[in-house]
């Protein structure tokens, strides 16, 4: 049971830390806003993760992971999520207020864009799928739903603190508006892509 749980671990691991909005955006906040506010985004992110890993423990995500209505409007919802965080960045003002979002919320920022997300929402559904087979005890979806928030907010954490290196930050702020434009580019390459 122990290598099945290890398993999940690393799959889990591979999926919430590979490049996607999530990853862009607390990579911006915690460079610009500072560890504090960092931190406050990896609560956002992983409050999300939290609750698309109920969805996907209790078989909700499996259902919506067929499509249908429910998903498409989750999916343009996300896009517009996107693009709206990408024009704030684009903006002159967008170290004053990013997205539209005031500074002061970067646990907001976080939670919605990890539950607009429905890549995150599919992928937990996909993932936990295989590990709820009959004969497990009790404990093993509580043990799931530990390792992916545990994950989350561990890994997550870990990245904002490196972030916080005097050299990265000031690597940061010497090519902040050049980086802004290309996560930017990203963020709307991200929408696009969800879009088609």
């Keep these: 049971m122990m290598a099945e749980l290890l398993a999940f671990a690393l799959v ?5 830390f590979s490049p996607g909005p999530d990853l862009l955006l607390l990579t911006r906040t915690a460079l610009v ?7 406050r985004m990896v609560l956002g992110i992983t409050s999300g993760l939290a609750l698309h890993a109920i969805l996907a423990i209790g078989g909700v995500a499996v ?19 996107l693009l709206y965080l990408a024009m704030g960045l684009i903006r002159k003002d967008g170290g004053q ?4 979002l005031s500074k002061r919320s970067p ?23 295989p590990f709820l087979s009959d004969g497990r005890p009790g404990w093993w979806p509580y043990a799931l ?23 990265i930050r ?27």
């Design 33 to 39: 806003e500072g560890q504090k506010a960092g931190w």
């Design 107 to 129: 646990y907001l920022r976080g939670l919605f864009c990890n539950l607009l997300n429905p890549k995150v929402f599919v992928f937990f559904a996909s993932v936990v799928a």
């Design 12 to 16: 889990v691991f591979i999926g919430q």
């Design 170 to 196: 000031e690597w940061y702020h010497r090519m902040g508006r050049a980086l802004d434009c290309l996560f930017a580019a990203v963020l709307t390459l991200l929408a696009l892509r969800l879009i088609f």
């Design 63 to 81: 259902i919506s992971a067929q499509g249908g209505p429910a998903l498409r409007m989750m999916t343009w919802l996300a896009a517009a999520y």
């Design 97 to 100: 207020v990013e997205g539209g």
């Design 145 to 167: 739903w530990l390792l992916i928030v545990g994950e989350g907010l561990f890994f997550w954490g870990l990245w904002v603190r490196i972030l916080q290196k005097p050299k």
